[in-house]
C-alpha cells in the first residue's frame, strides 16, 4: 500500500456530504453529462485501486477506457445507471450503445456499470453480458444473479496468481493478452 500513497497520504475516499451533494447536482445534468460524470468517477476509483487508467482520443471506439494490471490491458465501457425501475425492485443497466448494438469480445473486456445512488460499481466480463440488451441488478439481493459482480475489481487483477484460500501469492502470472474474462469469472468462486 506504501508503494500507492507513498506519502502517508490515504486513498481518495466519499463522505456522506459529499455523495450527497454530488447526487443532487448529478440529478440536474443531462444523460450525456452524467455518463461523462460516471467516467471519471471510474477513472478515480480504478486509480485509487492501484489501476492505471488512459482515455482514448475521441469517441469512435467501443471502450471509453483502456485499464491496465500489470502487463495486461482491458478495454472497458462504463455506463451507469441514475434511478430505480420506478415499479420494480431493480436498477436496469443498458448493455448496448445508443444504436442498440450489443458489445461484442472483439471490442470490449469489461462493461463496469455505476449506480450513481447506491455508490457502488458493477464489474462485469463482456461474456457475462453476452447478447444482452440490458442487465438487471439488486444491490445487496442475495437473489441477484449479478451480486457477484457488485465491486468486482479482482476481475481485472490478471496478473496477480491467488492461492486456494484467496490470499495473494505475491508472484506474478505470465501476462496473456489473450486470457478471456470469462475465465477469470473463475476467481469469483
Not at 74 to 90: D, F, L
Not at 129 to 153: C, D, H, L, M
Request: aromatic share 12%; net charge positive.
Amino acid at each position: 500500500m506504501s508503494a500507492l500513497f507513498p506519502f502517508g497520504a490515504k486513498p481518495l475516499g466519499f463522505s456522506k456530504e459529499t455523495i450527497e451533494y454530488e447526487l443532487q447536482h448529478a440529478a440536474k445534468l443531462h444523460n450525456k453529462n452524467r455518463g461523462e460524470l460516471a467516467e471519471l468517477a471510474f477513472m478515480r476509483k480504478a486509480a485509487s485501486l492501484g489501476f492505471s487508467v488512459a482515455k482514448p482520443w475521441g469517441e469512435s471506439e467501443r471502450y471509453d477506457v483502456v485499464v491496465r494490471s500489470e502487463r495486461v490491458f482491458w478495454r472497458v465501457q462504463i455506463k451507469s445507471v441514475w434511478r430505480m425501475a420506478p415499479t420494480r425492485g431493480h436498477y436496469r443497466v443498458r448493455t448496448v450503445n445508443c444504436l442498440e448494438i450489443c458489445y461484442t469480445p472483439d471490442e470490449i473486456d469489461f462493461l463496469v456499470a455505476y449506480v450513481f445512488h447506491e455508490h457502488s460499481w458493477y464489474v462485469f466480463p463482456v461474456s457475462i453480458i453476452g447478447n444482452r440488451k440490458a442487465v438487471f441488478i439488486t444491490p445487496g439481493s442475495t437473489k441477484s444473479r449479478y451480486e457477484q459482480y457488485r465491486e468486482a475489481w479482482k476481475l481485472m487483477r490478471a496478473g496477480i496468481s491467488e492461492s486456494a484460500d484467496g490470499e495473494t501469492g505475491g508472484q506474478a502470472k505470465p501476462a496473456a493478452a489473450d486470457a478471456a474474462p470469462a475465465e477469470l469469472v473463475q476467481l469469483l468462486l
